[in-house]
Protein backbone atom coordinates (compact mmCIF):
# COMPACT_ATOMS: atom_id res chain seq x y z
CA UNK A 1 0.00 0.00 0.00
CA UNK A 2 2.15 2.59 0.75
CA UNK A 3 4.62 1.51 -2.20
CA UNK A 4 1.50 2.85 -4.36
CA UNK A 5 1.18 5.59 -2.18
CA UNK A 6 4.49 7.00 -3.06
CA UNK A 7 3.75 6.22 -6.78
CA UNK A 8 0.82 8.17 -6.76
CA UNK A 9 2.77 11.10 -5.39
CA UNK A 10 5.22 11.32 -7.51
CA UNK A 11 2.50 10.72 -10.20
CA UNK A 12 0.63 13.83 -9.07
CA UNK A 13 3.98 16.13 -8.57
CA UNK A 14 5.21 14.75 -12.41
CA UNK A 15 2.13 15.65 -13.46
CA UNK A 16 1.51 19.28 -11.87
CA UNK A 17 5.09 20.13 -12.08
CA UNK A 18 5.14 19.45 -15.89
CA UNK A 19 2.09 21.53 -16.49
CA UNK A 20 3.04 24.48 -14.73
CA UNK A 21 6.86 24.23 -14.15
CA UNK A 22 8.45 22.54 -10.95
CA UNK A 23 10.02 25.84 -8.88
CA UNK A 24 6.20 27.44 -9.79
CA UNK A 25 4.67 24.42 -8.57
CA UNK A 26 6.88 23.42 -5.64
CA UNK A 27 6.58 27.24 -4.39
CA UNK A 28 2.73 27.19 -4.54
CA UNK A 29 2.00 26.52 -0.99
CA UNK A 30 4.88 29.84 -0.51
CA UNK A 31 2.04 31.96 -2.00
CA UNK A 32 -0.82 30.70 -0.51
CA UNK A 33 0.94 31.66 2.74
CA UNK A 34 1.97 34.83 1.38
CA UNK A 35 -1.77 35.50 0.72
CA UNK A 36 -3.00 34.13 4.04
CA UNK A 37 -0.42 36.52 5.81
CA UNK A 38 -1.89 39.43 4.10
CA UNK A 39 -5.47 38.17 4.55
CA UNK A 40 -4.40 38.57 7.93
CA UNK A 41 -2.80 41.23 8.51
CA UNK A 42 -5.57 43.38 7.04
CA UNK A 43 -8.73 41.48 8.97
CA UNK A 44 -8.96 44.98 11.02
CA UNK A 45 -8.94 46.82 8.33
CA UNK A 46 -11.54 44.88 6.71
CA UNK A 47 -13.67 44.68 9.48
CA UNK A 48 -14.15 48.33 10.63
CA UNK A 49 -15.32 49.04 6.86
CA UNK A 50 -17.46 45.74 6.23
CA UNK A 51 -19.80 44.32 8.52
CA UNK A 52 -19.11 40.76 9.66
CA UNK A 53 -22.12 39.33 8.16
CA UNK A 54 -21.19 40.90 4.62
CA UNK A 55 -17.65 39.64 4.60
CA UNK A 56 -19.00 36.04 5.87
CA UNK A 57 -20.81 36.11 2.61
CA UNK A 58 -18.41 37.60 0.14
CA UNK A 59 -15.83 34.43 1.70
CA UNK A 60 -18.33 31.79 1.31
CA UNK A 61 -18.87 33.17 -2.04
CA UNK A 62 -15.43 33.09 -3.00
CA UNK A 63 -15.28 29.59 -1.91
CA UNK A 64 -17.90 28.45 -3.65
CA UNK A 65 -17.07 30.18 -7.54
CA UNK A 66 -13.55 28.70 -6.24
CA UNK A 67 -15.45 24.96 -6.37
CA UNK A 68 -17.14 25.97 -9.60
CA UNK A 69 -13.66 26.69 -11.06
CA UNK A 70 -12.43 23.54 -9.88
CA UNK A 71 -15.55 21.89 -11.57
CA UNK A 72 -15.37 23.35 -14.51
CA UNK A 73 -11.84 22.32 -14.77
CA UNK A 74 -12.65 18.57 -13.81
CA UNK A 75 -14.97 18.51 -16.40
CA UNK A 76 -12.41 19.30 -19.09
CA UNK A 77 -9.79 17.87 -17.10
CA UNK A 78 -9.89 14.63 -19.39
CA UNK A 79 -9.24 16.66 -22.62
CA UNK A 80 -6.68 18.85 -21.66
CA UNK A 81 -4.75 15.64 -19.74
CA UNK A 82 -4.83 14.07 -23.40
CA UNK A 83 -3.75 16.94 -25.02
CA UNK A 84 -0.70 18.02 -22.75
CA UNK A 85 0.06 14.24 -22.09
CA UNK A 86 -1.51 12.21 -24.65
CA UNK A 87 -3.21 8.75 -23.95
CA UNK A 88 -1.00 8.31 -20.21
CA UNK A 89 -2.26 6.22 -18.28
CA UNK A 90 -2.64 6.90 -14.23
CA UNK A 91 -2.34 4.67 -11.53
CA UNK A 92 -5.43 5.59 -10.25
CA UNK A 93 -6.68 4.02 -13.50
CA UNK A 94 -4.65 0.96 -13.82
CA UNK A 95 -6.91 -1.26 -12.10
CA UNK A 96 -7.08 -4.10 -14.74
CA UNK A 97 -3.76 -4.46 -15.32
CA UNK A 98 -2.26 -4.28 -11.44
CA UNK A 99 -3.03 -7.55 -9.38
CA UNK A 100 -4.62 -4.97 -6.86
CA UNK A 101 -8.64 -4.02 -6.63
CA UNK A 102 -10.20 -1.42 -7.40
CA UNK A 103 -11.13 -0.43 -3.75
CA UNK A 104 -7.37 -0.87 -2.73
CA UNK A 105 -6.66 1.55 -5.24
CA UNK A 106 -9.87 3.93 -4.68
CA UNK A 107 -8.64 4.04 -0.78
CA UNK A 108 -4.76 5.15 -1.71
CA UNK A 109 -5.88 7.80 -4.51
CA UNK A 110 -8.68 9.00 -1.45
CA UNK A 111 -5.89 8.85 0.95
CA UNK A 112 -3.15 10.32 -1.03
CA UNK A 113 -5.21 13.37 -2.34
CA UNK A 114 -5.70 14.35 1.39
CA UNK A 115 -2.97 14.40 2.16
CA UNK A 116 -1.33 15.75 -1.09
CA UNK A 117 -3.86 18.63 -1.25
CA UNK A 118 -3.65 19.19 3.09
CA UNK A 119 0.03 20.32 2.61
CA UNK A 120 -0.74 22.34 -0.68
CA UNK A 121 -3.74 23.64 0.10
CA UNK A 122 -4.63 23.66 4.03
CA UNK A 123 -1.25 23.53 5.49
CA UNK A 124 -0.26 27.12 4.16
CA UNK A 125 -3.37 28.83 5.90
CA UNK A 126 -2.26 27.38 9.00
Do not use: C
Not at 42 to 55: D, E, K, Q, W, Y
Not at 97 to 124: C, N, T
Amino acid sequence: MFELFIAMVKEEWRMHSTMFGSLSFALFPVMIFGIAFMGAFLMPLVRSTLPAGNLSLIIHTNFLLLGFMVGAFGLLGNEVMNRRFGQASLLAYSARSLPLSEAHIFLVFVIKDVIYYFFLWVFPFG
